[in-house]
Structure formats: structure tokens, C-alpha cells
């Protein structure tokens, strides 16, 4: 008889938005991300009060996976920029400030939930449609050529993440590193559908970051008693070795017998049968000429021993993760036979090295073809380096998917704010059919509209942090910030140097006004082809695609939640 | 010691109100979300009423009997769960309302006699038979007889065509219930997509949407983080495995399904393997891997390129594949093995020491078949050529989070559930043939005497103008008699001596309509009449097709005399031709047509009805109806309930077409169908006296779990 439990009646709440528990909650949620954003973010420590691992970070990924977030609500919202982060890596604090500002704003404006859902979905057709037209004054195409837009762009992203600990060489140094790792998985050849190769990234905790370096190849990790038995290396050519990958145990256990039973007459041993067949194996690879041979699983110590003694290097233990990258640049095919294995499985390699890093030792393979490469990544701290890590990956996956669609959004909020005065300027001058066709007035379209621009302006203000004012000219919609403590009295002009990208240098003739401040709708100018661009420096540059995505994530998370109607929660 | 209490009506309307309460937030279009957690912490966002409503955990045992009546009509219609339990409480409400009154009511006849217990009981089994009375009699009558003229057909053509203007509309209305006017235009857009790309051609709708239906979870796959305006129909299967080898091959891909392990192991079971000697341990060894190397070669002879297997394949087969250039998939589920069965025709191919040297026949061929890459998830991506009433295609549903990827998916099912329905044709049912005694009413007569008078016509069509005139007489409500009379003038061309114009009618231009029957040559002198006749109607199908040809031949002429003018040209159904209430494809204009309509209808024959019992029960069913609309227009400032209801009586009363506020079409069938399992779950609850409280867990034959086979 099955064990049988009366169920606990679900616990229902009305017009969940209304409720202090979920804006106080969501209020504090804002600040967190809205108080890490940008490179002058604050920093966040999670930790648990049992004691054990401490976790310094400004990362949305780091920080929303940590905290544990009870209301359903709350759990909609974050449940979403996760979703956002596993897809595209960067933007996440950008989706979560802009969803959490929209929530707010849209709820100060109080109409009906589908009321503004229709409107701020045309809004956000609005943007889209901007972003991806070529009129779009506040992106800019990235010309693969010229390697300083992408330097950038990760640049942009390493600089933004406070918690790695970088100065400005070391940031540099490594976003010339993440770069270069970058183009080495781009293949040589090009074919109908290109696959990019992997970076592999190799821990080094007590170095200083300078001492980062990326290989070519792939760095494997041995033993050190292991290290002073590799050499010398057996080779068909100067510069070919040849390598058999496998990808089946070679330990000598039996292979799959069957459901049945097998019986086995007094006095033979299977085990000695499988080792015979290993060192027939053995015989063959030997005589194959092969110099190195890696496998997945384990290798028997006899096999390891005959292999040695005919100068060829064992590698075991290498793992599943290691197995898509190893026969990828090495061509060779996972070998899954003991016996009869066919010489079209073997792989080549130019050169094989051995190379050491404080403690660590590796085994250096070189490929004759450069499509998998190993950064080691070096960090003072353990807690520095697992966001430097993170950082980096970011980096890795924005190239890639730069790469894909060659474009970037100006950074440094330019992009907001640009987007929030070209939204003002069109929904003054929108035609009365299109109101007709979303069902609702002027007023309520302009109320709406000011409201995601508010928003929008929003994410550009989080970027100042240390009681600074952000104001925005007149002419391109940029976002300008000054440092506090400024004189009331002097001119705007006095005291800003350069816009949030950095694309426009102070210039008499830009009306600078502070940003929330009423202003008068202008239709934005467009950055391309002017004089006077910043063309010396570094500017700072988003990836197009995680932000075009995200700020479609972050208002459609808005109307859902403020659709929201009830709340059902289950209690068992 | 089991406790035991008697079914208290003010206990189940109090229950049923807390239910309806919990979904009229998301009822229609205006309505807003409702946010779910499970017990596992997951968030779930949904409109769908049956799904809240299950996961309330309800402790009452009427409770769950009424949660679990709604699942099972949800499950067969894919909509209107928050309809049946709103209308459900409004039933009992009025219920209630007559037991109380208890004076003047008829089931409080004889109360002196009883006890009040069993005497409230009493009333209840009398309520409850009459309720079944009502619905395998009258429900279907009314809409056989009334309801019927206002339905449009969904069908552009008389062979089950379907426009793509229609079923956007019809698409539409649906999702608006179901997900709100967020994303229901692209939701729609992407289901009709999905159903026109599907069909291959157009007989095959019932087939294709069986096959949809059943494999509805092999057909669509999620992304979350992605923006919903990503979601997208791909040509083509996704199954939802990664190639364990993968070889890029070109053109026509011959594909190959296996269900068992290529590579033998050294036993089987029941049997048993005896190792005599070390070599002969190695031999066999050796035999196995060259035995699958021959199986594997003998695939790449026969050009086989991909390799799809339910179960997990053995590495060295993995290898061998690798060597000869054939892509493998393995771990595939039953269902969508099943699936590509079906879709091709094939079934799974079992290597045996015979076969391996013949041709391979159980082939099928892909135009393509590749690795795609969806959110984090790596999937194969087959174009399989078709062989079947389904062209394969699959959806992809993105969203910002799970719970909305979630919520598009089962909407998206439910949308072709319902279309499912829409195609499905109502019959008369016997009961209809109204011989009770019981039902000796006056409609019964009024019935007989109109089918004389149309037999009359028939016989003599010369004479058919007194006929009329008499049949004026009868005790039909006058407007019905003009609207049927209409139909069938405008029908029977056969009948052309008929001097229409001294009729009544109120239609606009009886002299052209006249001048056409005239100078049409007479093609067909069958009787085809409107309504009420259906249920003598005798003739044989082969006969009906030929008044179909005829009618729709005559409909494309005489269209603009038609006195029901729509907006859009919905054909209006001509249905009287068989013996169906609902004909495959009937649709209504959604905002509460349907039970502004039937509340209507019920309550005028409500009003003629000799049954004191029976004109009760229309009178609270028909009340109870009004709630639909009441909440449907609760909010809207242009069109409040009593405008709209008030417009539509009178357009009733003075037999024009109701207005339509909104634009969408609903199919009658779910309609109907919601309105039938709303009675019969009342019934079912109202025939329940004594509800006991048992300590072991009931057995399968328990009372609630009955309600599960509905």
C-alpha cells in the first residue's frame, strides 16, 4: 500500500503587484544590481554564515546564482537574466537594472496592465527596429581588419568587471591575450560552415596576471615523476608525430559480456587474454611508428611499460572534456578497438614539449594546424581569478558572437540614453492611425513612452557611482558624466571631457542639459562619418547582439510580471 | 470511525465560487496571468484555468470531483476550463436560489410527506434528473432548431477548405483567451504557419491533426533567455539527441532506424557462453568486432548515412560508424521512434545473420539531416521527405524564462486540440425524436404541425402560400418562422412558382430574388429547408450531395440578398441538409455570442414551455449564462455588459445578426461541448447524497476517481 499525504492547500495572493512584501523585495533586488553596474560597480560578498568559500564578485552571473530568492516574483525576474546570461554571457546587469527600473516605472504610472503592455511592446519595436536599421546613430560595425575595435570590446568587458583586481596594463595585457587566444580557434580554411575551435583555459594561481600567456595547442597537465620519462620522442619526420587517441578503457578489464552468464573452465584467466591482446596492440602501435599514445580511460602499466621501452609517450586519464579538442587538432579518430585498428585513426603533431609553471608541469602539443588553443591564466588571488576566469569567458563568447553579427553598441551609456531621446522624439511625432491600432490615447502613449525613457536613462545613471551627475547633449544624445563636488556656478562645458564611449571629445556647440531633466525632443545625430571623432584612443564598446537580446528580455519580463493577476503558490 | 455528511447545495456553490474566483482574474481577453510555484520551486506562468485550478490542492471531495470534471473536459477540448467552472457556480447559485424560494418551485411539491433532510434531498435528485432531461433533450433540440441559423461556417468551400483569413481570426481569439494579447498575434501567426505548412493536402486535416496531437511533445522544443519574437517554425524534425558521430553528408541521406544494440555481446540472456580455452576467449572476441565492422560496412554499402537507434550503441560501434561515414543518434525516446515511424512508413531494422547480405529495404530519406545548436542544447536536425498525411515540421518556442516557453507550448497544443474539435460534427441524437411522454410539451406539437405544413409545400408547391399562412398560425414564435421561411426561399430555387413576395418577409429585395428564380433554369426540385426538419429528414447522402452542389451554386448569386450581411464574407452556413445540430467547421464570433445566444433561445422556449420543471431549469441555465459576457465586458468603457446584451436582444427580436464587437471566431462545437460537460458534472454532483469519510485509501471503483472516464 502506497504511503498516502493529505496535501497542503496552496496559498493564493491577489493582485500580487500591489503588496508591500514584493516591492520592498523587489526594490532591494534593484539595488543590488543596479549598485554593481559598471567599472566603478560596487563589489558584493556572498557567503554563507556555516563559514566555507567567500565569494567576491560584481558579476550578474555570479551574484544571481548566489543569492536565494524566495518570492516567485522575484524568482520570474531573475529566472530570466540567468536565462539571458547563459545564452550571451554579457548584458545581464543591463537586462536586470532595466527589467527592475520598467517594473518601477510602469507601476508608478498605474494603468491597465495589458493597456501598457501594448505600448511599451511598440515602444520596443521602436528600438529594434532602430538598432537593426542602418540609419542606428549609436552602433557601429566592426571591421575585422582592424584589430582595435575588437581590443575594445574586451577591453571593455574586462574593465567593467572591478572584482578581477586589473590595472590598466594588466587589462590591456590581457584583453591582448583573450584576443589573441580568440583568432587562434578561427580555422585557416574557409568552408561552408565555419567551427570555430576551442580556447581552453589553464589555472595558474600564484603568478602575477602579467605572466598570462596563451599557446597554441593544448596544454596537458602530468605528474612530475612523469616528466623526466617522456623523452626522447619518437618521430616519423622532423616535424610529424604520429598519435593513436582512444577513447576505451586499456586497463585490461573485460568488455561488456552480455546479459547471459559466461563460465570460465578451471585455470584460464581472462584477464591474462585482454593483456595479451593490449601488448598485440602495443606491438601494432609500435610498429605503426605511432610516438604518442593518449587515452580517456587508464592504460595498463604492462602496456605503459612496453610502450616506454619503445620510446613512446603515454598519456592516460585525460578525461571526456579533453577528447573533442584532442581529435579535432590532432585529426586523429577515437580509437574504440583492441584489436585490427586501422591506420586512418592515427593523428599527427608538429612538435610535443614539456613546459612548467611554478608547480604544474605540462605536456606541451603543438598542432600542425592551430585550431584549439590554451590560455594560462594567471591571478594572485583564488578569489580574483575565478572572476577573472569568468571575465574572460565572457569575452571569449562576445567575440564569438561578434563574429556572427559584426556590430557593436556604444557603451559607457551612450547607447541608453542615445535610444531614450530617439524614443522621445518618436513618440511625439507618432501618427494617430498607429494609435489607433494600439487602442489608446496620446497621453497614454507619451505617459508610457516617458516612462521606458526614464528607464532606459536609468541604466546610464547606475554607471556613476561616487555622486557624480550625468547629463546628456542636445546634438548625438550621449551620456557625459562629471565628477562630484562640482561648482554650481561654471558651465556645463568646463567641466565634461569626453561621452560615456568616448567617441566625441567636449565641443562647444552640444547643448549639455542633466539627464531626467525635462528637455525638449530631438531626433538624435548619428556618429558616423564626423570629424569630430575620437579616433586616438580606446572607446568603449558593447556587444550588439547580448544587448539587443537583453533589452528585448527586460521588457518583456516587465509585462509579464506586470500582467500578473495571482499568485498560486504550492506549500508542500 | 468514518464520518458522513449529506451534500449541502450551500457548501458546493460556496465551493464552486471560491473556484471560479481563483480564475475570472484571467478570464478573456483583459484578464492578466497567474503565477504558479511548484512544490520543486520552479515558477510557472499560465491563463490556463485548469491548470491553476489543479494546482489550488483542494481538500473538499466536491471540490476535487468539479477540479477534476474540468480537467477531463479541458484534456478533450484544449480550452474553456475557466468558462466551466464560472458557469458551473452560477448553476448552483441559481439552484440554490430556487430551494430557497421553495414556494411556487416544482421540486418542492410534496414536502409535507418527508423529513427536511431527505426531502432537500429529494429535491435535488429531481433537480438533477431534470437536468438530464434537459440536456440529452431539449440542449440539442434548441440548438438544432435556433442557434444553428447563426452560425457561420469556417469552410471557404464545400470540401472542408479552410481560408487562411478564417482560421487567423479563429487562431487568434483562441490565444487571446489563453495567453492574453501579448503575444497572441505571433502565437497565432505561428500555429496557422504551423497547420498550413503541415498539411500537405486537404483531406488529410483529421489525420495531420491526430499526428500533431499525439506527438506534440516530440514536435516542439524550448529556449529560454531568448526573446519570445524568436520562436520560429523549422522544416523538418528536431530530435531532441545529439549525434554521437556525426559525418556531414550531402544530397539524399538514406536513414536507417535500429532498436536493439548493433554490436553483440558475448551472451545473451538465458543463455550461457563456456570459455574452454584463452584463444578461444580472444577468438570470439575478434569474431564480434569484425561481425559489427561487416554489419557496419555492409550499412555503408547499401549507402546508409545516418544511423537513428533508441538505445545506446557501443563504442566500437560508434567507431566503425566514424570509419565508414555514418552519422549515429542514439537514445532516442519510444515516442519519437514511433513518430518517425509513422511519419515514413518504415519500421526498425534488426540486423541478423541473414540480412546483413540482402538489400535493406526499411530505408527512409532525408533531404537533410544535421547537428542544431538551440539555446545550450545541441539537437539533430532531419528533413525527412514526406510519406504521409503530415508534412513534418516542428515549432520552437523561445521566452524569456521557462514558465512562458512552457505556457506558449501547452496554448499552442490546446489551439490544435480545438481545431481538432472544430472539425468535428454534432448528430442528432435519438432522444432528439422527441416521443417521451415525458416531452409531450407544446414544442413537440408545434414540431409535428410545422413538419405537416412542409410536407404540404413540398407536395403541392402551387398551392404552398396558404400553407404558409397557416403555418404563420402556429405556435412559433412569429420571428422564427419568417427567418426559417427566408432560408428556405432563398434555398429552394426548385420551387420558383412560389409568389414570395406576398410573404411576410422582411427581406430586402424579394423582387430581384424573384426575377432570379425565375430566369434560373430549374436544376433541382428537392426540398431543401432550413431547420426543424432535420429530424425527419430521410434522405440518402448521395442525394444530399447534390442539394450541397445545388445550394452552394445558387449561394454565389443570391449572396447580397442575404439579410445577415457580415464585415467580412463569412459564408453563413446553409445546414439543414443531414442530421447534424453541429455541422464540422461551425464557428460564432467570439465575446459571448454563443451564450448570449443560447440565453436567448432558452429562455423563450422557457417561456412556451408546458414543463414547470424544465422552464425552471432553461431559466437558470439561461441566467447563468449572462455571466460569461458580464465578465467578458466587466472592464471595457465603450462596451459595457448591458449595451452589448441590450444590442444583441433586440437584434434578436428583430431578426437581424447579432453586431460583432470584436473581430475572432470560436468553434460551437467547443461551445457546446463546454455547456454539455458543465450539466453533466452538475448532474453527477447533484446526485450525490452522502458524502463519508474513509481511513484506507479508496479503492479504484471509489465515487471522485470515477469522474476520470468521463
Known sequence: MSRTEAKKPSLCTNDPLTKERVSF????????????????????????????????????????????????????????????????????????????????????????????????????????????????????????????????????????????????????????????????????????????????????????????????????????????????????????????????????????????????????????????????????????????????????????????????ITIDRVGVSMMEPLSKMTGSQPIAALHSVSPTCYGSLKDLRTESFVSKHFLHLIPNDTLVCSLILCNRSEMAWDELKLACQTAEHVLQLTIKQPLALLGGGCTETHLASYIRHKSFTLPTNVLKAIDCSRTQYQLVADAFCRSLECVACCLEHDDGEILTDMVYGHSWSIQSGFPCDCNWSDLVLKCGCGIYNNQQNLNWTVLRSQCIPFAPQSCSNEPSINSTDHLILDCFTAKYSGLQVAVETANLILDLSYIVEDQN | MASAASLDLGRLVQEAEALASAVRGALGPRGGQVLMTRPTGETLLTRDGRRVLEALNLGPPTARMMVACVSSHHSMTGDGAKTFIILLSKLLRGLQAILDKREGSPFCEDIQRRERDQKHCHSLKQISQSLMTFQTHILDHIMAQDLRKHFLSAFSSWEGEISRDTMESILEAYFCGRIGNSHQKLLSQLSCDFYYRCIPFKNGKNEMLDLVNEYFLELHSAVTGLPVSNSRILEGLVLHRDFAVYCPADGDIRMLIVTESIDSALSASGLEFVVNAEVQYQASQVWITKRTEAIMKHLQNNNIKVLLSSVKQQEIVIYYAKISGISIVECLSSEEISLLCKTTGISPFIPTQDNIRSEIAETMIAKFCRPLVLGSKRYVHLGLTRTCAFEPHCVIFCGPVHGVTEQHASAFHGAFKMLQQLFKAVDLSDGCEINDQQLKTSLAETEKQFIDSSSLVDENPSCNQTDLQKSSDLAMPIVELESDFMFSALIDRGSSVRELQKLPLKCKHPSEMWVKNKSEPVVNNHRICNDAMTAIETTSTSVVSKQLNAAKEYWKPGNHIVPFKYEKSYKHTVQSYTNLVIQAGSVLSVGGNFEILLHYYLHSYAKQCQQPKLTVISTVIADALLSIPKILYRTTKENSFTQVYFKATSALQTNQQLPMHQQGLESVYCKYQLVASVLHCLTKLLTIDLIIGIKRPPQKTEVNDSEEDL
Open chain 1, 25 to 312: 523585495s523587489l526594490s532591494v533586488l534593484s539595488g543590488i544590481v543596479k549598485s554593481c553596474y559598471g567599472p566603478t560597480g560596487r563589489l558584493k560578498q556572498l557567503h554563507n554564515g556555516m563559514g566555507g568559500y567567500v565569494r567576491t564578485t560584481s558579476q550578474s552571473s555570479a551574484l544571481l546564482g548566489g543569492l536565494s530568492i524566495t518570492h516567485p516574483v522575484l524568482k520570474v525576474l531573475t529566472a530570466s537574466v540567468q536565462n539571458h546570461i547563459s545564452r550571451f554571457s554579457d548584458c545581464g546587469l543591463f537586462t536586470a537594472i532595466l527589467c527592475c527600473s520598467l517594473v518601477e516605472n510602469f507601476q508608478r504610472i498605474n494603468f491597465a496592465a495589458c493597456t501598457v503592455t501594448k505600448i511599451s511592446r511598440h515602444l520596443l519595436s521602436l528600438c529594434t527596429d532602430y538598432l537593426k536599421s542602418e540609419a542606428c546613430g549609436c552602433r557601429i560595425s566592426v571591421d575585422f581588419d582592424n584589430i582595435k575595435t575588437l581590443l575594445s570590446l574586451v577591453h571593455s568587458i574586462l574593465a567593467s568587471k572591478p572584482a578581477c583586481m586589473l590595472n590598466k596594463t594588466e587589462a590591456n595585457h590581457l584583453s591582448t591575450l583573450v584576443l589573441r587566444a580568440f583568432l587562434l580557434t578561427i580555422p585557416h580554411t574557409i568552408e561552408t560552415n565555419v567551427v570555430l575551435g576551442t580556447c581552453v583555459i589553464v589555472p595558474v594561481k600564484d603568478k602575477r596576471v602579467m605572466d598570462s600567456t596563451v599557446f597554441p595547442g593544448l596544454l596537458i597537465e602530468i605528474p612530475e615523476f612523469q616528466l623526466a620519462r617522456t623523452f626522447p620522442v619518437k618521430r616519423v619526420s622532423s616535424s610529424t608525430i604520429k598519435m593513436a587517441l582512444f577513447c576505451i578503457s586499456m586497463s585490461g578489464d573485460l568488455s561488456n559480456t552480455g546479459e547471459g552468464t559466461v563460465i570460465v573452465h578451471h585455470g584460464i584467466s581472462l584477464e591474462v587474454a585482454v593483456l595479451d591482446q593490449l601488448l598485440n596492440l602495443g606491438k601494432q602501435l609500435v610498429n605503426d611508428q605511432v610516438g604518442l599514445v593518449v587515452c580517456q580511460k587508464v592504460i595498463h602499466p604492462s602496456l605503459k611499460q612496453y610502450l616506454k621501452e619503445h620510446h613512446v
